[in-house]
């Protein structure tokens, strides 16, 4: 996630080492999906996904990223 703290204009970067079929959630610290980034199937390589933060409140959130055969938790701050 670049900047961090999350700004409006931050992005989540994946890298996919083969086509995978993943799901990028930003959840809060109750577990609750609170933004769908994306879901589907992406190709290898570099992929960039705008990260939507607007209405959010200032906070402390997780990152989600599932893919087939795994799961990733990056926490981020939303500063007020």
Same mark, same amino acid.
């Given at each position: 996630?670049?900047?961090?703290?999350?700004?409006?204009?931050?992005?989540?970067?994946?890298?996919?080492?083969?086509?995978?079929? %993943?799901? %990028?959630?930003?959840?809060? %610290?109750?577990?609750?999906?609170?933004?769908?980034?994306?879901?589907?199937?992406?190709?290898?390589?570099?992929?960039?996904?705008?990260?939507?933060?607007?209405?959010?409140?200032?906070?402390?959130?997780?990152?989600? %990223?599932?893919?087939?055969?795994?799961?990733?938790?990056?926490?981020?701050?939303?500063?007020?």
């Amino acid at each position: 996630v670049y900047p961090h703290p999350v700004t409006q204009r931050s992005v989540v970067t994946v890298d996919l080492r083969r086509e995978e079929h %993943l799901e %990028l959630s930003v959840i809060d %610290l109750f577990g609750d999906v609170r933004r769908h980034i994306t879901t589907g199937i992406r190709t290898e390589g570099m992929h960039e996904f705008p990260l939507p933060v607007q209405g959010l409140p200032a906070g402390v959130y997780v990152i989600r %990223l599932q893919w087939s055969d795994g799961m990733s938790h990056t926490p981020i701050v939303i500063p007020r």
